[in-house]
T-cell receptor, first 109, second 115 residues
Framework: QQPVQSPQAVILREGEDAVINCSSS?????VHWYRQKHGEAPVFLMI?????EQKGHEKISASFNEKKQQSSLYLTASQLSYSGTYFC??????????FGAGTRLTVKP | SAVISQKPSRDICQRGTSLTIQCQVD?????MFWYRQQPGQSLTLIAT?????????ESGFVIDKFPISRPNLTFSTLTVSNMSPEDSSIYLC????????????FGSGTRLTVV
C-alpha cells in the first residue's frame, strides 16, 4: 500500500523549479504532502482529495490525477528554506495514511 | 491543528529493557497513530489506537512487542518491549486533522538508541 515516490533526491540552485511525483496502485481517498527538516517532525503542506483539484499557495502547488492515482508536487523558484525531505502520504479509505520513501531536496545558493 | 506533546525526546536504553513513550494532545481525537522512522527512511505505521478498544497493528508489528494504551481521547502511550539494537529508531505519534482538508500533525518524536 506504500505509494511510490520519485525522484529519490534533487539538488537545485536557488530560483530553480522541481517536481516530485507520487503514485499508487490503489484508488485513493486523498494524497498528502509533507516536508521534514533534519531532526524535526514532518510538517503538513497540503492535501488533495478525490476530484483532481489542484491546490497550492504561492510557489508550492500540487495536482492529483484521479484516473492515474498520481500526484505531483511543484516547487517553483525554490528558496533555501525549501530544503528538506518531502513525503507524499496516501489514504485509501481515510485514517490509513501510508508514506512514500521520500525525496531529499537540497537547494544551494 | 492539534498540538501534540511527546516525551521523552530521546533515550538510550539497555537491550532487554522497555521504554514507554507518551503523547498528549491538546484536543480530543478519535484516533492516534504511531509511526517508526529509521534514520534517512520513510515513516512506517506501527498501529492505530482508538480510545476504548484494542489498537490495530500493521503487518510486522505485534502487541507483545509494542503494547499501546489509549486511556482517553487526549492521551496515548507506546511501549517498546524487550528492546534490541534493531529497535533503535525515531518513534512518532500523530493525529489526523479534524476535518476534510486538514493533514496529520506529528509529535516531535522520540529518538531511541538501544545499546
Amino acid at each position: 500500500q506504500q505509494p511510490v515516490q520519485s525522484p529519490q533526491a534533487v539538488i537545485l540552485r536557488e530560483g530553480e523549479d522541481a517536481v516530485i511525483n507520487c503514485s499508487s496502485s490503489k484508488a485513493l481517498y486523498s494524497v498528502h504532502w509533507y516536508r521534514q527538516k533534519h531532526g524535526e517532525a514532518p510538517v503538513f503542506l497540503m492535501i488533495l482529495l478525490k476530484g483532481g483539484e489542484q491546490k497550492g499557495h504561492e510557489k508550492i502547488s500540487a495536482s492529483f490525477n484521479e484516473k492515474k492515482q498520481q500526484s505531483s508536487l511543484y516547487l517553483t523558484a525554490s528558496q533555501l528554506s525549501y530544503s528538506g525531505t518531502y513525503f507524499c502520504g496516501t489514504e485509501i479509505s481515510g485514517n490509513d495514511m501510508r508514506f512514500g520513501a521520500g525525496t531529499r531536496l537540497t537547494v544551494k545558493p | 491543528s492539534a498540538v501534540i506533546s511527546q516525551k521523552p525526546s530521546r533515550d538510550i536504553c539497555q537491550r532487554g529493557t522497555s521504554l514507554t513513550i507518551q503523547c498528549q494532545v491538546d484536543s480530543q481525537v478519535t484516533m492516534m497513530f504511531w509511526y517508526r522512522q529509521q534514520p534517512g527512511q520513510s515513516l512506517t505505521l506501527i498501529a492505530t489506537a482508538n480510545q476504548g478498544s484494542e489498537a490495530t497493528y500493521e503487518s510486522g508489528f505485534v502487541i507483545d512487542k509494542f503494547p499501546i494504551s489509549r486511556p482517553n481521547l487526549t492521551f496515548s502511550t507506546l511501549t517498546v518491549s524487550n528492546m534490541s539494537p534493531e529497535d533503535s529508531s525515531i518513534y512518532l505519534c500523530s493525529v489526523a486533522g479534524s476535518g476534510q482538508g486538514y493533514g496529520y500533525t506529528f509529535g516531535s518524536g522520540t529518538r531511541l538508541t538501544v545499546v
